[in-house]
């Protein structure tokens, strides 16, 4: 069972970090970051799932705000509590919350779709979104290949003490 369960993760992994991306993908990232620590990706790969995953998805919500402001989806988000805030801020800062707006936790899609009814022109948007999702997967795979590291040597501190037990108790 375990082996089938390392296959099916070293086989579909970076597929399932990369769609984990698109989409509020913090947990997708960490892990992507985890798993290269222990081998089963390279950590690369896992930080360009990520990268590719976030700008994609943030890329998308800009085209859906942009093309399809009077689609029900987009006019639901208009609805929601952080949308307002979100839109003041692309309209008055367009640059910075462009480059930080995935960093907010919550604000990642209605920011996406609040930048593209903004006025901030499609290149700088792809450019600057370019520019946070590499910063963002660097960020976020990192932190899960050093929480790897940490979670091994605490399963190993774990076994070493459980060893001593068994050697005590024989």
Known sequence: MTDAI????????????FLGCVAEGESAALLGGFFAHQHVFVLWQSFLAAAIGAFVGD???FILGRSFADHPFVVKLKGRPGFSHAY???STHPDIFVLSNRFIYGLRLVGGIASGLSGIAVTRFVILNAISSIVW?????????????????????????HERLLIALA
């Open 59 to 61: 890329t998308f919500f």
């Open 88 to 90: 003041r801020l692309v």
């Open 137 to 161: 997967a660097g960020l976020f795979t990192t932190i899960g290949y050093v929480f790897g590291l940490g979670a091994e040597r605490i399963v190993g501190q774990a076994l070493v003490r």
């Open 6 to 17: 390392h296959n099916l993760v070293e086989q579909y992994g970076l597929i399932a970090v």
